[in-house]
């Protein structure tokens, strides 16, 4: 992980971003999705992971989340996810989009020493520190309309791949923590 990102201790909440390579929309099949899903539980009950908040959207992903070693559970959960992804992808018989996926999964990895054969994620991701309660609502607000203003739904809590089911006293996909 880049040196530019500071960890302050386990006990600071981040806001998280994860974006596939050339935002490709992989997240619109459900399978893929749940791929994401079962890793992110994984990550919380072997990992230490908590998520106050999380959202899938079609080409990346949010996160409002903590761990005593976060930057090694975000670089594990990418890891894998990556592997699972595009093993999915690949055996995947009604993947419409195979070759193409897979064509630009192979083109990014080759621009990185640090890959195999394929690259899903792009290179890093985006960290911000929640230091303040202004910061936390505002990116809570921005995680949960993500979908909203997309154009996807109506109302954040109809989106079933969100923390905003929870929020909204719903049953959601994810063990979270609400943020009181």
Not at 98 to 115: D, E, P, T
Request: aromatic content about 14%.
């Amino acid at each position: 992980m880049s040196e530019k990102y500071r960890f302050s201790g386990p006990d600071y909440l981040y806001f998280v971003t994860l974006t596939v390579v050339e935002w490709a929309d992989v997240f619109t099949r459900r399978a893929y999705n749940e791929l994401l899903c079962e890793s992110l539980a994984y990550c919380q009950k072997k990992k230490n992971l908590t998520v106050y908040a999380w959202c899938i959207m079609t080409n990346h992903v949010h996160l409002i989340c903590s761990a005593p070693k976060l930057p090694d559970v975000i670089r594990d959960l990418k890891k894998y996810t990556s592997r699972f992804i595009v093993d999915s992808i690949k055996n995947n018989p009604a993947e419409s989009r195979k070759n193409w996926l897979l064509w630009m999964f192979k083109s990014a990895a080759g621009k990185s020493a640090s890959h195999g054969e394929y690259q899903f994620w792009q290179l890093g991701g985006h960290y911000v520190e929640l230091s303040t309660n202004e910061l936390m609502e505002q990116r809570l607000e921005y995680l949960h309309q993500n979908p909203v203003k997309a154009g996807f739904v109506e109302d954040p809590e109809h989106w079933y791949y969100s923390s905003a089911r929870d929020y909204a006293g719903q049953k959601g996909r994810l063990e979270i923590v609400l943020i009181e």
